[in-house]
């Protein structure tokens, strides 16, 4: 499960890998989408740019275990003895965009089990075209137990992979395989179909997208939109789910501010209907007016107290408020407890997520980078591609090409 897949689309030389499994590949002048309407832009953000100038942390597609949200959530679904476990909402509605916000924690994934995560799917109305946005706690893909950005996405209704498979990498700072920051803070995902692509926000920017040639250009709006969390692992898994903590308790985790963007742009807050709840023993869901409550300790928890996940800590020693302490684990080198000032949080002293610091402000949120001299300005001219999965190199050569042709012509 955890080994690196061969992905057809890696079609520029890498230099040195940053954190979260990605390299540093030639970034390359793409035309990004206006800033929506309800982007919560975080302009004031500082991250670590992990290449030198000129590059982007380009992701490496990664095999992994995921559940199809095209499927029923009602129930509990196996495939190749992992039972998915689910928790979650849903609006069946036409759509050229959604966004959610979310919090940020490390639940507890046992060793009988694969991952812990929260994201959005946008997918057609009949559930097989997908793509997906969130954070997972997976051991097997990434490497460790921190929680990591993804994407994902199905074509007619067969997966892809995490992370790659035809991604296209735009931001410097924010990537798929990225560990994400612990905070009970809500983070804005947006997924958006903008110039023949399906484009991901992420925090404050633009990050990357899928282009609709993956699915033959079939797959330009939406007819259902879902938020939930996802374990994957035994029947009755003993992972938690969100923060492991059930919706009834103080500080469950959640998902906020649910929106869906019609065919003209408008958004509005989502009419949520529950897709869901596999597992009511272990996990719960409560449906609020503009989001959920979700999560829950998993199966034969010890008791209903603070987990290391809802108290925010990946590191050190914590009460759980139930007279007991709480071992949270240890810090990988070069990051220490601490590190950036947050007690019981592994980080860097820097408080970057490794590679180059950066101690600039994030101000261009959502616009391109006109004249920018250290952006790529063709997708051409590569080696090592071929043409296999959804048409290779030389589709996204092509879609490269055009997009830049259109910001000529908006330009002059």
């Given at each position: ?278 597992d009511p023993a272990a996990y719960g869901l409560t449906v609020t007016d503009a989001g959920f409550l979700f999560g829950g300790p998993g199966y034969n928890p010890t008791a209903e107290c603070g987990t290391c996940a809802s108290l925010l800590a990946n590191c050190g020693l ?95």
């Open positions: 499960m955890a080994g690196a897949l061969a992905v057809s689309w890696a079609c520029f030389p890498a230099s040195a890998e940053p954190t979260g499994g990605a390299v540093c590949r030639p970034r390359l002048a793409w035309v990004l989408p206006p800033a929506p309407s309800f982007a919560r832009a975080d302009l004031v953000r500082e991250l670590s740019r992990p290449c030198p100038d000129g590059q982007v942390p380009s992701p490496l597609g990664r095999p992994g275990l995921k559940g199809s949200p095209g499927k029923s959530l009602r129930d509990a679904s196996s495939t190749a003895g992992v039972t998915f476990h689910y928790a979650g909402v849903l609006e069946a509605v036409p759509a050229l965009g959604a966004s959610g916000q979310w919090a940020q924690f490390q639940p507890t994934v046992t060793a009988a089990d694969a991952h812990s995560l929260a994201e959005m799917a946008v997918e057609s109305a009949d559930g097989m075209q997908i793509v997906e946005v969130g954070w997972t706690v997976d051991p097997g893909l990434n490497g460790d137990a921190l929680p990591h950005l993804f994407v994902f996405h199905w074509v007619d209704g067969v997966a892809g992979c995490y992370n790659g498979c035809g991604w296209q990498q735009v931001s410097r700072t924010r990537y798929p395989g990225m560990i994400v920051a612990l905070t009970s803070e809500p983070q804005q995902a947006i997924y958006q179909f903008f110039n023949s692509a399906w484009w991901v926000w992420y925090q404050s920017e633009w990050i990357g997208f899928f282009p609709a040639s993956l699915w033959g250009g079939d797959f330009a709006s939406a007819g259902l939109i879902q938020w939930f969390g996802e374990v994957a692992g035994v029947a009755e898994p003993g992972s938690q789910m969100g923060d492991g903590l059930l919706p009834s308790q103080t500080g469950a985790a959640f998902m906020t501010n649910l929106q869906v963007e019609d065919a003209s742009g408008d958004s509005q807050t989502a009419s949520l209907s529950p897709s869901g709840l596999t914590v009460d759980d408020g139930c007279g007991r302490s709480l071992s949270c684990g240890a810090c990988v080198e070069p990051e220490t407890c601490g590190g950036d000032g947050q007690m019981n949080v592994c980080a860097l002293p820097n408080g970057g997520m490794g590679g180059l610091p950066w101690t600039g402000g994030y101000a261009d949120a959502g616009t391109p980078d006109e004249g920018n001299p250290d952006a790529g300005s063709t997708a051409t001219g590569t080696s090592g591609c071929n043409s296999s999965g959804a048409g290779g190199s030389v589709l996204l050569a092509a879609l490269a090409v055009g997009l830049l042709a259109l910001r000529r012509r908006a330009s002059s």
